[in-house]
């Protein structure tokens, strides 16, 4: 098994990192420039930025906030949020960004995976999915931070954008997101089954056992947290600690 990376995740809207529930009831936690060195001298493997109100507002407002963090964090960063374009890919990646974060424009044009990922590399296109149980072992795709419904079937979507170019997903659950209740185990098991590209599951971790049940049970490669962190319930030298103790391998 290749060592699980342990991700951390700031959803950003304006100047200010902040969380919610459900996507929901958004709260100021932090400051992201301060918040991404913090995770990134804790040993945070990779750092993920999404603009939570970028498709919203039809553009993407941070990063200059990534622009700042490049200059002296040396791990993978994401960006996501507002990505309509392939000339904003660019932008993206000129200030700083490693990879791209894409949900809303690919749901409404799914081709733009398979032109972005010719332009710039698979490994640049990650597939951001919001997903929400709408029964049994079936999900629906949701857009612009869980505001929209799209009638996608999450599994078949899944599969559809590896066959694309999509290099990896970014599966947050709506239903789990900032609950602290666990994650959706069947929902990351499905996708993990689905596809063979990479699976960062994001949305529930409340505690480090809840990444411990989450890997165990489906084999994904990579877990995206933010409330266990922004809120100090264990650091990202703990969760890993905990993992390696677990017998499941991370990266030092």
Request: aromatic fraction near 4%; charged fraction near 25%; hydrophobic fraction near 40%.
């Given at each position: 098994m ?50 939570v ?33 392939e ?12 990879k ?13 995976l ?16 919001e ?10 795709v ?55 590209i ?9 505690k ?14 990579a877990v995206?947290?933010a ?26």
């Amino acid at each position: 098994m290749m060592p699980v990376r342990v991700i951390s995740r700031l959803d950003i809207k304006g100047p200010n990192v902040i969380k919610g529930i459900h996507l929901e009831g958004l709260r100021v936690v932090g400051n992201p420039g301060q918040m991404a060195h913090e995770y990134y001298k804790g040993t945070a493997d990779e750092i993920v930025y999404m603009d939570v109100v970028a498709s919203l507002y039809g553009r993407n407002s941070i990063l200059n906030v990534v622009e700042e963090a490049a200059q002296e964090i040396f791990v993978p960063l994401s960006v996501g949020g507002g990505i309509r374009t392939e000339a904003d890919i660019v932008t993206a990646l000129r200030s700083g960004a490693d990879k791209v974060a894409i949900n809303t424009l690919a749901t409404e044009r799914p081709e733009f995976l398979r032109e972005a990922s010719r332009s710039f590399g698979s490994q640049c296109i990650v597939l951001s999915i919001e997903a929400k149980r709408r029964g049994p072992n079936q999900w629906e795709v949701l857009t612009n931070n869980g505001r929209e419904k799209t009638g996608r079937d999450v599994l078949d979507w899944v599969r559809e954008a590896e066959d694309l170019g999509a290099g990896e997903v970014l599966l947050t659950s709506v239903d789990c997101e900032g609950t602290k209740k666990g994650f959706d185990i069947e929902l990351v098991g499905a996708v993990r089954d689905a596809v063979s590209i990479p699976v960062i599951a994001s949305g529930g971790a409340g505690k480090p056992g809840d990444v411990i049940d989450l890997i165990t049970a489906t084999g994904c490669e990579a877990v995206c947290c933010a409330s266990i962190f922004h809120y100090g319930i264990c650091s990202v030298v703990e969760l890993k600690k905990m993992l390696s103790e677990a017998g499941i391998p991370v990266r030092q």
